[in-house]
């Protein structure tokens, strides 16, 4: 895997923005737009690593100063939003559907008036970025896992080898290998044979 001396463009791209040279591809690799990196702010050595046959089309990267990224070989995700401010990892051969989010951080403090504080501070910047308030947790997800459209995955979730979570699912737990989850929260309703 080599990351690029500099940001560079994508062939046939919409918009006109750049990939950041802290991306790093295992070619063959799908990258659908750099639009995904509008909100990608990593510092990190590498912000983002995407395994070999792996898809990233139509999806937002929130990654936040020390964030990090990585998908595995061939794991296709397809309009999702990632917020990251520590890791997210997602596994080989994962799939992950349309307006999914995942999140190791909710950015803002629970105390109401910390997080006031926080909008506040906020609205008088240019660029409008809250400050990253709150501790990330990462989010691991494992092998073969298959996440329905608009489920949302929260700080510290590990999601087991070959899960899977049903669409609009909001998982706050760990989800055991091989196993189907799905609700809000998401509870175990099936368990797969290996």
């Given amino acids: 895997m080599n990351a690029a001396a500099a940001p560079w463009t ?42 070999r046959g792996a898809s990233l089309d139509k999806t937002v990267l929130d990654v936040g100063p020390a964030g990090r990224v990585i998908l595995g070989e061939c794991a296709f995700v397809s309009s999702a939003r990632i917020m990251c401010d520590s890791e997210v990892e997602i596994g080989d051969f994962t799939l992950i559907g349309w307006s999914v989010v995942i999140m190791d951080s909710y950015r803002v403090p629970k105390d109401v008036a910390m997080r006031r504080q926080a909008l506040e501070r906020s609205a008088m910047t240019p660029d409008r970025q809250l400050e990253i308030a709150a501790e990330a947790r990462p989010v691991r ?5 298959w996440i329905g459209f608009e489920a949302v995955i929260l700080p510290g979730v590990t999601i087991g080898e070959g899960g ?14 091989f196993s189907v989850v799905a609700g809000n929260p998401a509870r175990v309703v099936r368990v797969l044979p290996r």
């Fill in 164 to 177: 899977v979570i049903g669409a609009r699912s909001v998982v706050v737990e760990n989800v055991p290998p």
């Fill in 141 to 145: 997800i494992g092998r073969n896992v």
């Fill in 10 to 51: 994508l062939p046939d791209d919409w918009y006109p923005g750049t990939v950041p040279s802290n991306v790093c591809l295992s070619e063959p690799v799908y990258l659908g737009t750099s639009y995904s990196f509008h909100a990608y702010r990593s510092g990190a050595s590498v912000g983002l690593r995407m395994g």
